[in-house]
Structure formats: structure tokens, C-alpha cells
């Protein structure tokens, strides 16, 4: 169930930036209307984790595994929330004329569902190294947000009706930037579950 939630959340990320950049009305319609099956999933994910505990008392890594799927796929159900907020957001900007070129958000959609599939492997393997590669990644996103947030404030200061369009491309890469935190909670998670180390907030990392 992990798995398909994490293609389902990488689908609509996927969705929403790909009808941004058309201008897709319909397509990001679908990605606004669809967040029900991805919170399905995660009441199934956490009702099985409840059930595990209480049945099975699970111990050391297997305990660690169960109640990390918990805090997993509240991360993956946080990124079907935010896709529908980048569609969201995205169905406002497309009702402007565009304001320059969309390079750099693609490129961050591109990075976050990378690091979204490469984190939950991670997690399902118990692979601490291939997770590692997830929390260095990170900071390339971040990177990105920041270089979009500079170019369009530019084009703002110059440009009062880049104004509202603007607010809303800074909000996506807001929003993209954050699906990569999320991504790197569950790389956090399977170093957690692998090795029992925390790595949160730069603590444990190597």
C-alpha cells in the first residue's frame, strides 16, 4: 500500500506541474478532485500498523518499521495535499498571460519525485545508503526555490502585473520544495528503521 500511494502522490505532483505548464485546465481539475484515493490508502496503512501492534507486539526493527509506515504515509498523504495546492494555485495562473518561460519548476518537479521514489525504495529495502542520497539532494532543492523565488521577484519589481501571476509561481516552487522535505522525512525514516538512527533535523547524519 506504501508503494501505490507513493506513485499515486508522484503521479499527481507529476499531473499538476505537467497541466501548469500546458495550461492544461482539465488536467489539473483531475489532480484538484482526485485526493481521495491517497487518504484511503492512508486510513488502510494505519489501520493495518494498529492492528500489527496490537496483535502481533512487534519488537526491535519490526516494531521501528511499523510505526515508521505510520509517519510515512502521513508524509505521502502531505504531498497529495500539496499537488492539489500546486493545482490549485495553478489554475489561477494560467488564467494570466504567462509571465516568462517555466524551466526551473519543472526542474524542481523533476528533483522532488525523484528523491519521492528514491526515499520510499529506501524505506521499503531498509537501504540507509541509498536514503543518505535523498537528505544531499535536499539542499538542491532548496537551491531552486531560492533561485526562482529571486528571478521572479525580479520580474515583479519591474513589472506591476507580474505581481499576482508571480505570487503564485513562488507559491508552486513553495510547495515543491516542500514534497522534497517530505521525501526526505521518509529517507529519515529508513535510516531510522534500518540502523535505529535518528537523522532528523541534521542529527545522527553522516
Known amino acids: 500500500m506504501l508503494v501505490t500511494m507513493g506513485r499515486v502522490a508522484e503521479e499527481r505532483v507529476q499531473a499538476a506541474v505537467e497541466g501548469l505548464v500546458a495550461g492544461d485546465r482539465s488536467q489539473i481539475l483531475d489532480v484538484v478532485d482526485g485526493d481521495k484515493p491517497i487518504n484511503d490508502l492512508q486510513m488502510d496503512v494505519d489501520n493495518r500498523c494498529v492492528t500489527l501492534l496490537a496483535l502481533h507486539q512487534p ?36 488564467e494570466h ?31 540507509a545508503s541509498l536514503a543518505e542520497s535523498v537528505l544531499l539532494e535536499d539542499d538542491q532543492l532548496d537551491d531552486l526555490n531560492g533561485q526562482v523565488f529571486r528571478e521572479l521577484l525580479t520580474y ?38 534500518t540502523e535505529g538512527r535518528d537523522s532528523r533535523h541534521g542529527v545522527g547524519r553522516r
Open 59 to 94: 519488537v526491535a526493527v519490526d516494531l521501528r518499521f511499523v510505526v515508521a509506515a505510520t509517519r510515512v504515509s502521513a508524509d505521502l498523504e502531505r504531498i497529495g495535499d500539496l499537488a492539489v495546492n500546486i493545482a490549485e494555485t495553478a489554475l489561477r495562473y494560467i
Open 156 to 193: 515583479m519589481l519591474g513589472n506591476t502585473q507580474a505581481i499576482e501571476p508571480g505570487i503564485d509561481l513562488i507559491l508552486i516552487s513553495r510547495h515543491l520544495e516542500r514534497i522534497g522535505d517530505h521525501a526526505t522525512n521518509i529517507a529519515e525514516d529508513a535510516i531510522f528503521v
Open 97 to 127: 498571460r504567462p509571465i516568462k518561460p517555466l524551466i526551473d519548476i519543472p526542474r524542481m518537479s523533476t528533483v522532488a519525485q525523484r528523491m519521492l521514489t528514491i526515499a520510499l525504495e529506501a524505506f521499503l529495502e531498509r537501504n
